[in-house]
């Protein structure tokens, strides 16, 4: 066996790092408008040991107009990404989605937590983790792919760690996502003879995860490269949409009671 020489042994190191991959990912997502951070670190309060997620992109949407002299606080969308280069094929096996849990997700942020279920769909809007009835629960892959499993406990430390710690001023409600470069080696184990078929759309991960003694429930959208436009399109258009109409009314009907209350300042003298 021939020793590697220097050339072959540099480019080897740039083909596994990923990294390409990721500062794509980065700038296919800078030039659509979100403010992105790449491989923040933190440090994992659980193992005191320092950690990075690939991307945290950020977007502001404005909400309306003005409220008692001041704008309306803005929703921030912030997306928790890990970037993987899927080489090897890996199969997922779909069962029910927990909808009570996923309502319950799609629920957990300050603009939606004490309204009621109906707040999740609106209009022609519907918020996109209780979309799909099915979920992907298990999955798996040969010795050399755990970069899903890798992925998966990557986006969720941070997620929930920057979750924690956050501290904007704003609305803020996070979305953890994995991006990886197509789904041509991604099959779903069926009932047919072959015993799988082929995916070719965005799927969703159902985690139930542990963390400092709680467990929480989660939803990781899995998307395609060549697919990341249009699902932003969809999930601003649904969830964000969604979420910014309600704060507005929600606004609104403060202004509107306080405007409505008499001066006792007035009417007192």
């Known amino acids: 066996m021939s020793k590697m020489t220097d050339d072959e042994a540099i480019k080897n190191i740039i083909e596994k790092s ?7 990912i980065s700038k296919l997502l800078e030039n659509d408008g979100w403010n992105i951070r790449n491989s923040p670190h933190y440090n994992d309060p659980n193992t005191n040991i320092p ?3 690939d991307i945290i992109a950020e977007k502001n949407f404005p909400v309306g107009n003005y409220f008692f002299g001041d704008r309306f ?3 921030i969308v912030r997306l928790f990404i890990e970037c993987k280069y899927i080489k090897s ?3 997922f096996w779909f069962l029910e989605k927990d ?3 996923a309502i319950e997700l799609a629920k957990n942020n300050p603009i939606l937590r004490d309204k009621d279920d109906i707040y999740l769909k609106s209009k022609n809007k519907t918020h996109h983790y209780i979309v799909d009835a099915t979920v992907v629960k298990l999955f798996s892959a040969d010795n050399k792919n755990q970069d899903l ?6 986006i969720l430390n941070a997620t929930l760690f920057f979750s924690r710690n956050q501290n904007t001023g704003h609305y803020t409600v996070n979305f953890p996502m994995i991006i990886v470069n197509s789904f041509n080696n991604f099959k779903k184990k069926n009932d047919s003879q072959q015993g799988y078929e082929q995916i070719n759309n965005n799927v ?3 985690v139930e995860y542990t963390n400092q003694g709680s467990s929480e429930y989660f939803l990781i959208d899995i998307i395609s490269e060549d697919k990341i436009s249009t699902f932003l399109d969809y999930l601003i258009n649904n969830d ?3 979420l910014t109409s309600t704060l507005y009314f929600d606004m609104q009907m403060r202004e509107n009671q306080a405007r409505s209350k008499p001066d006792i300042r007035n009417s007192a003298r």
Not at 18 to 24: M, P, W
Not at 149 to 154: E, G, L, R
Request: glycine letters at 6%.
């Open 18 to 24: 990923g990294h390409d991959f990721h500062l794509k």
């Open 51 to 53: 950690r990075e997620i």
């Open 73 to 75: 606080p803005n929703l």
């Open 89 to 91: 094929h890996i199969v």
């Open 99 to 101: 909808m009570k849990k």
């Open 149 to 154: 499993d890798k992925a998966i406990n990557q």
């Open 204 to 206: 969703e991960i159902e």
């Open 240 to 242: 964000v949409g969604i």
